[in-house]
């Protein structure tokens, strides 16, 4: 591996789902390290495991075998109240269809991890700070005329920004994006994977996860998996 220090190492990774009787084998020992600062893609055919993949890494879910370490450090070992502040402070997800609330405004979506990770005292306290953080990520974002809207009244790429804004919220050390322009057109989709190039630039750690070739390609390095393991 190259000169920087690796923020997330994953050995060995296997993950069956049962169904009935049978066990259906998706992730049959996945290795994979991500260096800090990386903007990785991860590409496979429908099917192959790469949200599967992505829920292990940022700890949504288990493997079966195998490890997962952020930072030198085993998800698997980390206690529960550990566990959820990676989850939500070190790890910002973005997915297909974006999973806004639609009963909060654009920039309530966006604070809502701050709210979460800071629990309804420490909000009180931090509330405005907060508030200016989510404007400036909207600013950053071309959306400050959207603040005030509910994510239905948004168009899809919107809708993705804001997504990609309530990721950033707690500056998460890890960007995490499962087809992020999976439901875009491809100019709307190259204005998403702009951000994402611009977020890159700017030193987030990306891992995003496509089964579009020329998606993958915008990315810094592209990992292939296939029969349940990386391609070499
Ligand atoms: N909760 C689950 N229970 C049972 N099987 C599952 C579950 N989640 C995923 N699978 C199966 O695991 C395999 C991999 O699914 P996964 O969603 O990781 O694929 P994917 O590469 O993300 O596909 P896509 O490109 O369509 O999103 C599929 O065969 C799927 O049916
Ligand atoms: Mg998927």
Known sequence: MGQRPLILKAERLHKSYRMGATAVKVLKGVNLAVEQGQFVAVIGASGSGKSTLLHLLGGLDRPNEGTVCFDDRDLSRMRARELNRYRNEMVGFVFQFYHLLDE???????????????????????????????????????????????????????????????????????????????NLDSATGNDILAVLERLHQAGQTIVMVTHDERVARRAQRVITLTDGKVKI
């Open 104 to 182: 909060l405004n654009v920039l309530e979506n966006v604070f809502l991890p701050a709210m979460v990770s800071r629990g309804i005292v420490g909000w009180w306290g931090t509330r405005a700070a907060a508030r200016r953080r989510a404007q400036e990520l909207l600013e950053q974002l071309g959306l400050q005329d959207r603040a005030q809207h509910k994510p239905y009244q948004l168009s899809g790429g919107e809708r993705q920004r804001v997504a990609i804004g309530r990721a950033l919220m707690n500056e998460p050390r890890l960007l995490l994006a499962d087809e992020p322009t999976g």
